[in-house]
């Protein structure tokens, strides 16, 4: 098959979930044997190097504003699609979807899947007509694309019960290169199994501000370990006055460190030698960090919000999304009690083993293609406002 990605910035991956996931999904398939584009910004990836691991990276120009960076890239990309000879266009998450009436109306000789990825509207980053474009763009996304994958069985079940009609459900997948080294941990002044990490994009409903406020509190009232501390992994993401409040909240403290963005092996030691993983999102679609997590054995402290809730199983303890006094309470429950946390790190690690495996995943993808493949081409006019089987 010859596919191509459309939506994500690039890769490889520097940050972002939807870019990790693109990026393993394409170079899985590729190594299958098939023909995979995958396009890009050059100013994301950082060069114009065509090939990536057997999978091609084609470059086009965007508008590098706020609103218009994703928008004009992919309708820059959909419009070099149509003039190409894919057998599939893969769409990711709502925005960049909408530019899925393009070859459903002009091309119907290619087959076009979309995922769902989020309800990217409840991202406080944007204003009230921004998220009037995302409902819109979600009804695109859940409507148009002959398929549409959700990440979750959380975002499938919203969207069968919004848009009465069928999902496919393919999770995302959990990354994991654990390395015994730590000599770049301890150059942040760290200790094996002796911080809490979590790692995010620096915006509101991530809730990285509750996490700073338990781990102050934890402190205050002396539940905290000796040489804990708090290290947070990320950058913002055209939200820099919220970067900038934590750094306010966090500058009288030396025992947090928020870090940047970090990836490679720097990331793979933070991950492989922290004592646990916290995740107190607001809203997730299923997070790649949290996967990750589970997948290093870390155990997990998180937010009660479905998607988490979803990932962890059995395999972590939740806290009430938006309480910082609960949060505290889990958090001292958890790190002074070693034998617990070591219990819920090895239930962790075989739970992402068994249901996030990238391998599988790809498969059960392109098993979506060709079952599309297998389908005689509609006339995408008709067609678009139809319910799906």
């Not at 098959?1 to 170079?27: C, D, W």
């Not at 004009?72 to 000879?85: D, E, G, K, P, W």
């Not at 979750?152 to 080294?181: C, R, W």
Request: charged share 25%.
């Amino acid at each position: 098959m010859k596919i191509a990605f459309i939506g994500q910035k690039g890769i490889p991956a520097r940050s972002g979930g939807v870019e990790k996931h693109v990026e393993r999904l394409a170079v899985a398939m590729a190594a299958a044997g098939h023909d995979v584009v995958v396009y890009s910004r050059e100013h994301y990836t950082g060069d114009t190097v065509r090939d990536f691991h057997g999978v091609s990276r084609i470059f086009l120009p965007s508008i590098r504003t706020k609103h218009l960076d994703a928008l004009s890239h992919t309708c820059i990309a959909t419009v070099h699609a149509l003039f190409q000879n894919y057998d599939v266009i893969h769409f990711h998450s709502i925005g960049p979807s909408v530019f899925s009436v393009l070859p459903r109306l002009l091309r119907p000789d290619m087959r076009v899947v979309a995922t769902f990825h989020s309800r990217d509207y409840f991202h406080q980053k944007w204003n009230g007509f921004a998220r009037l474009c995302l409902h819109f763009a979600e009804w695109v996304t859940c409507r148009v694309p002959e398929r549409t994958i959700a990440i979750s069985k959380t975002l499938a079940d919203y969207a069968t019960q919004a848009y009465h009609k069928s999902f496919v459900m393919i999770p995302n997948g959990a990354d994991v290169h654990i390395s015994e080294k730590t000599d770049l941990i301890r150059g942040l002044g760290l200790k094996e199994g002796r911080y809490l990490l979590s790692v995010s994009r620096l915006v509101r409903h991530k809730g990285i501000h509750y996490l700073i406020k338990a781990f102050q509190a934890l402190k205050e009232t002396s539940e905290l370990p000796n040489n804990w501390k708090l290290v947070i992994v990320g950058t913002h993401a055209e939200t820099q006055e919220y970067a900038d409040y934590l750094r306010f909240l966090s500058a009288d403290d030396a025992d947090i460190l928020l870090v940047g963005e970090r990836s490679g092996e720097i990331l793979a030691q933070l991950y492989s030698h922290a004592g646990v993983f916290v995740q107190p999102s607001e809203d997730e679609g299923l997070s790649l960090a949290l996967l990750e997590a589970l997948g290093y054995g870390l155990p997990c402290v998180v937010s009660d919000i479905p998607a988490n809730l979803e990932a962890i199983g059995e395999c972590g303890i939740a806290f009430e999304s938006k309480n910082i006094p609960d949060l505290k309470q889990k958090l001292s429950s958890l790190i002074n009690r070693p034998d617990t946390m070591s219990l819920l790190g090895r239930a962790a690690q075989e739970r992402a083993q068994s249901e996030y495996d990238w391998q599988a995943i790809a498969k059960r993808t392109l098993a979506v293609y060709e079952d599309l493949l297998c389908e005689k081409p509609g006339i995408g006019k008709v067609r678009f406002f139809l319910k799906n089987k």
